[in-house]
């Protein structure tokens, strides 16, 4: 055979032999179905307890979409994910209750029939293809577990418009409210619209619109970073919507539902978002791509109330009948059923440590349940016809409001501590801002009271209805005109009784200071007489001096004379000449000693006026002692308010403080919305 012949001979052989090797590997490898593969298995060890008529745990296994479907905790399968599948690690042993019950572990052969249909995306049949995983549109970011104040500044709405989506001529009923955990801050529902409220003015921070439909619950994350709401329209639509605080951005979306959400709430981690309505299940979903974890179908009525437990480890639920439910919040397992309630449960809420759940019933109690036992450990009757709400403040105490129209604050042992003026209607809602000490009660009207919690004083009006900002303005300002004389006033009054008592305590300092000052001048004046006393002898020695120095000149001078008469008599004229000399000298000497004299004499009585002054001194000021004694301690004893007027400087003090207090809120709520309005024309004017 020619050579080129027998190569290209070769060559085919070869092409065909590579031909066949490609055609084997890339053959298919056989699908691992439902239908096929997995029904024998679970007809043969799963038939007794999850067929339809069985279906232990509400988990039945006879057909693909009750598998796929999953029981009272949930989905138990999770195509592509054997991990994430709590039927494989069940029925693998690795983790109990282990199946089938009282009974080995399956054949390997089995096991691993079951974990390649679960690898190969739990397919139903051989011609059903692997879905493709569906992706959330939105995605959370996950955050840390804490009960403390996060670090940086606490969200607040960032330059949000604060123009209503919808103004209504009448409030809806105030069927949401919630306050930030850390900032001031408050969530009402409004006409499908979430309004955000600054609290430090009373003011509209903010319109997130929420066109599902009614909005049933709003809850701020444990951080404050993120708004939940959730709501929808009966009989048709629900959902929940989480909203980024600072922006109003939605930052997710889940739960399509048929029915609106009743009962719902963000876990603390961010992680899982639970809801529950009229369906009367449990669904939690994860907000990483947006898949339903699980599903629970404990309750038997619509379900109320759903929160997570702050260190989000329990999720508690409750329902319209008198269900009450604690699952384990990252498994859906059942925890406690709690029985106690007489009839609809319409609110739950975590002490802050996470070990004490406080709910809330239509039977007109506030009930408290440990979680070491899930015992009841409290039960007080609240509000009469109904307890609707109830929350926990960070220190213990709890408020609630009711059909009784009235709010209270009371101890974990039920005691009532405050009550605050009553609602205009059916009391629905309740909230407690924790960075002002602020109730906030919203009832059937759609109004918003918000309370100071230490004197239980209405501080001002939240509504669900707001106007255009142009029409909030005009009322501020009223408002603000209003409230600068009452301000004026009583600040005045206040000034004019803290001046009274300033004058007592000056009037008694005075009074002191003079006992004082008499007192420590009695032996200065003892001194200065003793001083004097001893001068007095010199001064009289010295009178008694100048007298007799007068007493000779005037000898001298009367004799002078008599012989000079005696000269002129017997005409000596020399010695009448000499003794005329003598007599004018004699003279001159006599009338110096007698100015001598009266200048000792001046000096003497000058001496003894001092000292009898002083003397005179002494004695008064001595005497006049206990008199500046008694004056200064009656003084002092009157310088301090009396009890009644004490309680009226109180009393003007806070009306004082409260009227400051509102003059500064309608200032900065007149600047806020002079802002907005200014800042809305800017924006149309581009």
Same mark, same amino acid.
């Given at each position: 055979?020619?050579?080129?012949?027998?190569?290209?001979?070769?060559?085919?052989?070869?092409?065909?032999?590579?031909?066949?090797?490609?055609?084997?590997?890339? &053959?298919?490898?056989?699908?691992? @179905?439902?239908?096929?593969?997995?029904?024998?298995?679970?007809?043969?060890?799963?038939?007794?307890?999850?067929?339809?008529?069985?279906?232990?745990?509400?988990?039945?296994?006879?057909?693909?979409?009750?598998?796929?479907?999953?029981?009272?905790?949930?989905?138990?399968?999770?195509?592509?994910?054997?991990?994430?599948?709590?039927? +494989?690690?069940?029925?693998?042993?690795?983790?109990?209750?282990?199946?089938?019950?009282?009974?080995?572990?399956?054949?390997?052969?089995?096991?691993?029939?079951?974990?390649?249909?679960?690898?190969? !995306?739990?397919?139903?049949?051989?011609?059903?293809?692997?879905?493709?995983?569906?992706?959330?549109?939105?995605?959370?970011?996950?955050?840390?577990?804490?009960?403390?104040?996060?670090?940086?500044?606490?969200?607040?709405?960032?330059?949000?418009?604060?123009?209503?989506? #919808?103004?209504? &001529?009448?409030?809806?009923?105030?069927?949401?409210?919630?306050?930030?955990?850390?900032?001031?801050?408050?969530?009402?529902?409004?006409?499908?619209?979430?309004?955000?409220?600054?609290?430090?003015?009373?003011?509209?921070?903010?319109?997130?619109?929420?066109?599902?439909? @009614?909005?049933?619950? #709003?809850?701020?994350?444990?951080?404050?970073?993120?708004?939940?709401?959730?709501?929808?329209?009966?009989?048709?639509? !629900?959902?929940?919507?989480? +909203?980024?605080?600072?922006?109003?951005?939605?930052?997710?979306?889940?739960?399509?539902?048929?029915?609106?959400?009743?009962?719902?709430?963000?876990?603390?981690?961010?992680?899982?978002?639970?809801?529950?309505?009229?369906?009367?299940?449990?669904?939690?979903?994860?907000?990483?791509?947006?898949?339903?974890?699980?599903?629970?179908? &404990?309750?038997?009525?619509?379900? @109320?109330?759903?929160?997570?437990?702050?260190?989000?480890?329990?999720?508690?639920?409750?329902?319209?009948?008198?269900?009450?439910?604690?699952?384990?919040?990252?498994?859906?397992?059942?925890?406690?059923?709690?029985?106690?309630?007489?009839?609809?449960?319409?609110?739950?809420?975590?002490?802050?440590?996470?070990?004490?759940?406080?709910?809330?019933?239509?039977?007109?109690?506030?009930?408290?349940?440990?979680?070491?036992?899930?015992?009841?450990?409290?039960?007080?009757?609240?509000?009469?016809?109904?307890?609707?709400?109830?929350?926990?403040?960070?220190?213990?105490?709890?408020?609630?409001?009711?059909?009784?129209?009235?709010?209270?604050?009371?101890?974990?042992?039920?005691?009532?501590?405050?009550?605050?003026?009553?609602?205009?209607?059916?009391?629905?809602?309740?909230?407690?801002?924790?960075?002002?000490?602020?109730?906030?009660?919203?009832?059937?009207?759609?109004?918003?009271?918000?309370?100071?919690?230490?004197?239980?004083?209405?501080?001002?009006?939240?509504?669900?209805?707001?106007?255009?900002?142009?029409?909030?303005?005009?009322?501020?300002?009223?408002?603000?005109?209003?409230?600068?004389?009452?301000?004026?006033?009583?600040?005045?009054?206040?000034?004019? #009784?803290?001046?009274?008592?300033?004058?007592?305590?000056?009037?008694?300092?005075?009074?002191?200071?003079?006992?004082?000052?008499?007192?420590?001048?009695?032996?200065?004046?003892?001194?200065?007489?003793?001083?004097?006393?001893?001068?007095?002898?010199?001064?009289?020695?010295?009178?008694? $001096?100048?007298?007799?120095? #007068?007493?000779?000149?005037?000898?001298?001078? $009367?004799?002078?004379?008599?012989?000079?008469?005696?000269?002129?008599?017997?005409?000596?004229?020399?010695?009448?000449?000499?003794?005329?000399?003598?007599?004018? @000298?004699?003279?001159?000497?006599?009338?110096?000693?007698?100015?001598?004299?009266?200048?000792? *004499?001046?000096?003497?009585?000058?001496?003894?006026?001092?000292?009898?002054?002083?003397?005179?001194?002494?004695?008064?000021?001595?005497?006049?002692?206990?008199?500046?004694?008694?004056?200064?301690?009656?003084?002092?004893?009157?310088?301090?308010?009396?009890?009644?007027?004490?309680?009226?400087?109180?009393?003007?003090?806070?009306?004082?403080? *409260?009227?400051?207090?509102?003059?500064?809120?309608?200032?900065?709520?007149?600047?806020?919305?002079?802002?907005?309005?200014?800042?809305?024309? $800017?924006?149309?004017?581009?």
């Amino acid at each position: 055979m020619p050579a080129h012949r027998l190569f290209r001979n070769t060559c085919l052989v070869l092409l065909a032999l590579c031909a066949s090797l490609v055609r084997a590997e890339d &053959k298919p490898a056989e699908k691992v @179905t439902f239908v096929d593969h997995i029904v024998p298995i679970f007809r043969a060890k799963c038939g007794n307890c999850h067929s339809a008529g069985e279906a232990k745990g509400g988990l039945v296994l006879e057909s693909y979409g009750a598998t796929m479907q999953g029981g009272a905790s949930g989905a138990v399968v999770e195509a592509g994910d054997v991990d994430a599948s709590r039927l +494989y690690d069940l029925v693998s042993h690795k983790e109990q209750p282990a199946m089938p019950p009282k009974e080995p572990k399956m054949s390997e052969e089995f096991l691993t029939t079951i974990r390649k249909w679960i690898e190969g !995306g739990a397919l139903e049949n051989k011609d059903s293809v692997v879905k493709a995983k569906k992706k959330a549109s939105f995605a959370l970011s996950t955050t840390a577990v804490s009960t403390d104040k996060p670090e940086g500044p606490p969200a607040m709405p960032e330059n949000l418009a604060t123009e209503p989506l #919808l103004v209504s &001529k009448r409030g809806n009923a105030v069927t949401a409210l919630a306050a930030s955990p850390w900032a001031p801050l408050a969530a009402v529902a409004g006409h499908q619209q979430v309004l955000l409220y600054d609290l430090t003015n009373f003011t509209l921070a903010g319109a997130l619109p929420f066109p599902e439909g @009614t909005v049933h619950v #709003l809850r701020f994350s444990r951080n404050g970073s993120l708004l939940l709401a959730a709501g929808g329209r009966g009989g048709q639509s !629900g959902r929940v919507v989480v +909203y980024d605080v600072k922006t109003g951005n939605r930052a997710f979306e889940i739960g399509s539902e048929t029915e609106v959400v009743l009962g719902a709430d963000i876990s603390p981690d961010h992680s899982q978002i639970a809801l529950g309505g009229p369906r009367k299940m449990v669904r939690i979903y994860s907000t990483a791509d947006g898949e339903l974890q699980y599903e629970m179908k &404990k309750h038997t009525d619509w379900i @109320t109330a759903v929160e997570f437990s702050p260190d989000g480890v329990l999720l508690a639920t409750g329902d319209r009948s008198n269900g009450l439910v604690v699952w384990e919040a990252n498994t859906g397992r059942e925890f406690y059923t709690l029985n106690g309630h007489g009839a609809a449960v319409t609110s739950v809420n975590w002490r802050v440590d996470s070990n004490v759940l406080a709910s809330s019933s239509e039977d007109t109690t506030v009930r408290l349940w440990e979680m070491t036992n899930g015992t009841q450990v409290k039960s007080w009757g609240a509000h009469g016809a109904g307890a609707a709400s109830v929350t926990f403040l960070r220190d213990g105490r709890l408020v609630s409001t009711g059909r009784d129209r009235v709010s209270k604050i009371w101890d974990q042992n039920g005691a009532q501590q405050l009550a605050f003026p009553a609602l205009a209607d059916l009391g629905l809602r309740t909230a407690f801002s924790e960075p002002l000490g602020l109730v906030l009660a919203g009832d059937w009207t759609g109004i918003v009271k918000v309370f100071d919690a230490k004197d239980s004083r209405d501080l001002g009006t939240l509504v669900t209805n707001p106007a255009a900002v142009a029409a909030r303005l005009e009322v501020a300002k009223s408002e603000l005109a209003a409230s600068e004389a009452p301000a004026k006033a009583t600040a005045d009054q206040l000034a004019a #009784l803290q001046k009274q008592v300033a004058d007592k305590q000056e009037a008694a300092k005075a009074a002191q200071k003079a006992h004082a000052d008499a007192e420590a001048s009695v032996p200065v004046i003892a001194a200065d007489i003793k001083k004097v006393e001893a001068e007095i002898p010199a001064k009289a020695e010295l009178v008694k $001096t100048a007298e007799g120095a #007068l007493a000779t000149l005037t000898a001298l001078v $009367t004799k002078t004379k008599a012989d000079l008469e005696a000269a002129e008599k017997g005409n000596d004229q020399p010695g009448a000449e000499a003794a005329r000399k003598s007599l004018e @000298t004699h003279e001159k000497d006599l009338a110096t000693a007698k100015k001598a004299l009266e200048a000792s *004499q001046g000096e003497k009585a000058a001496i003894d006026k001092q000292l009898a002054d002083l003397q005179s001194r002494h004695k008064g000021t001595v005497d006049g002692l206990p008199g500046l004694k008694a004056a200064a301690d009656k003084a002092v004893a009157e310088m301090n308010p009396t009890p009644e007027m004490q309680k009226a400087i109180d009393a003007a003090a806070l009306a004082a403080r *409260q009227a400051a207090e509102t003059l500064s809120r309608r200032q900065s709520a007149v600047a806020r919305l002079t802002a907005d309005l200014n800042r809305g024309a $800017t924006a149309a004017g581009k």
